[in-house]
């Protein structure tokens, strides 16, 4: 099995059991999944725990997959979740926070925040296709062009009541599909503007 079949495929594989489709997978998207918990933890040898038990979960879980989620997202959750719940752990315990901090001073990973940044990015673009016209138009003339409500209001032959209706709207939509997928810190940064 090459790295052409699409996650779809693997999906359906890996629920029927198939250990193939599973090193797939694995090859494909264990990197990502270390360098996420790498960028919480700055721990080696904690990363690749998180590394083990991500895709220990994949497989216990394999039954509840469907294949048109998007795997990537289904992993990052997983590894986020425990990457976390390891700092928790770390900051009970004052050596393991002494280790951590030492590591955070001679590590940091900017390349793989700036990936991390693209693919949420590109995963609210999704969602913001998803909105209907007017919404998108609205939540693009604020959000990205910067305008006011009034002056949205002026540019489209609207009311200023009507651009807030599809601001809520959109922001409403907008953090429901990001709570879903967990992208918390995304949300706040889409709702600081």
């Known amino acids: 099995m090459n790295?052409?079949?699409?996650?779809?495929?693997?999906?359906?594989?890996?629920?029927?059991?198939?250990?193939?489709?599973?090193?797939?997978?694995?090859?494909?998207?264990s990197a990502k999944v270390y360098r996420l918990a790498f960028r919480f933890l700055k721990d080696e040898d904690q990363s690749e725990e998180i590394v083990q038990e991500v895709f220990i979960n994949l497989w216990l879980s394999r039954d509840?997959?469907?294949?048109?989620?998007?795997?990537?997202?289904?992993?990052?959750?997983?590894?986020?979740?425990?990457s976390l719940n390891a700092l928790r752990q770390v900051y009970r315990s004052s050596d393991l926070?002494?280790?951590?901090?030492?590591?955070?001073?001679?590590?940091?990973n900017h390349t793989e925040e700036d990936v991390l940044a693209h693919d949420l990015e590109v995963f609210t673009e999704k969602i913001i296709q998803q909105l209907p016209k007017q919404q998108?138009?609205?939540?693009?003339?604020?959000?990205?062009?910067?305008?006011?409500?009034?002056e949205i209001a002026e540019q489209l032959h609207i009311s200023q009541n009507t651009v807030k209706n599809h601001m809520v709207s959109a922001l409403k939509t907008l953090k429901d599909q990001l709570k879903q997928s967990e992208f918390v810190f995304l949300i706040a940064l889409l709702f600081c503007k």
């Not at 790295?3 to 998207?29: C, H, K, M, P, W």
């Not at 989620?69 to 990052?76: A, D, R, V």
């Open 3 to 29: 790295n052409q079949v699409s996650d779809s495929d693997l999906i359906n594989q890996l629920v029927s059991g198939d250990e193939a489709s599973f090193t797939v997978i694995y090859n494909r998207y």
């Open 136 to 150: 998108q138009l609205v939540y693009k003339l604020s959000r990205v062009d910067g305008l006011s409500h009034k």
């Open 97 to 108: 926070s002494e280790k951590l901090l030492k590591h955070i001073s001679i590590e940091d």
């Open 64 to 82: 509840k997959l469907t294949p048109d989620g998007n795997l990537w997202l289904y992993l990052y959750v997983i590894a986020k979740r425990l």
